[in-house]
């Protein structure tokens, strides 16, 4: 049981630190974008009404978001003092994301259950903001099939993998991930990446007239 723990520990560490480092890339390579913010945080995830204090309350719950890509924001300062709404698990924030691009990172592959999970919450955000795209992004693949990826993430409007044919590292360290994309020993690295930097760029850049 201890070695499980281990193994589970190292792993959620190892995909914070790739968050960390994707996030400092990306700001990078979309800084041309004007107005375009990049962070981690939370997102208004469900709007529903709660039984609370022999009273009925507005409840707005929030979730956590490995990258947010946003231009705006909302003034939900006055909530707070509003007698029958609750911010649920956001108690500090006057503040929240009116996100574009949603990205959900798993660092070493992605069980099923993840995927429902996450498919799940995905469709929940995207009733609540339908113009944010929800992208799930896998470092690395391991057993995570096309037929598993397609068949429990099809809420997700994009499905990258950026594996590049080797082992994932025990311990990852910060920039790690940038000397990867420029290294010759990961195979397809740098092109996957460059492929998910055009499409947010294409995706932010969008001047349809469609509303949707």
């Known amino acids: 049981m201890k070695k499980n723990r281990g193994k589970n ?3 959620t560490m190892n995909e914070a630190e790739w968050n960390k480092d994707l996030i400092k890339k990306l700001r990078k390579d979309l800084e041309e974008i004007e107005n375009i913010n990049i962070t981690k945080g939370k ?7 709660v039984h609370e204090d022999k009273n009925y309350k507005l409840q707005l ?4 978001q490995d ?16 007698q029958n ?3 649920h698990n956001d108690k500090n924030n006057k503040t929240i994301y009116i996100p574009k691009i949603i990205c959900e990172l798993k660092y070493d592959s992605i069980n099923t259950h993840g995927l429902i999970t996450y498919s799940d919450i995905a469709s929940n955000i995207k009733a609540i903001f339908p113009l944010c795209k929800y992208l799930l992004l896998l470092r690395y693949r391991n057993n995570s099939s096309d037929n598993k990826l397609l068949r429990n993430g099809k809420t997700f409007d994009k499905i990258l993998c ?27 690295l ?18 349809e007239l469609f509303l949707k």
């Not at 719950?61 to 956590?64: A, E």
């Not at 740098?190 to 001047?207: Q, R, W």
């Open 9 to 11: 520990t190292n792993k």
């Open 43 to 49: 997102v208004l995830r469900d709007i529903f009404i």
């Open 85 to 87: 709404i609750k911010i």
């Open 61 to 64: 719950g929030v979730f956590d």
């Open 190 to 207: 740098g092109d996957n990446y460059n492929a998910l930097v055009d499409y947010l760029k294409a995706t932010l850049n969008s001047k």
């Open 67 to 82: 990258i947010i890509i946003y231009t705006d924001t909302m003034d939900i300062s006055k909530f707070k003092d509003v």
């Open 162 to 188: 950026l594996d590049d044919g080797n082992a994932p590292k025990k311990k990852y360290e910060e920039g790690d991930f940038q000397n990867q994309l420029v290294s010759k020993n990961s195979k397809n």
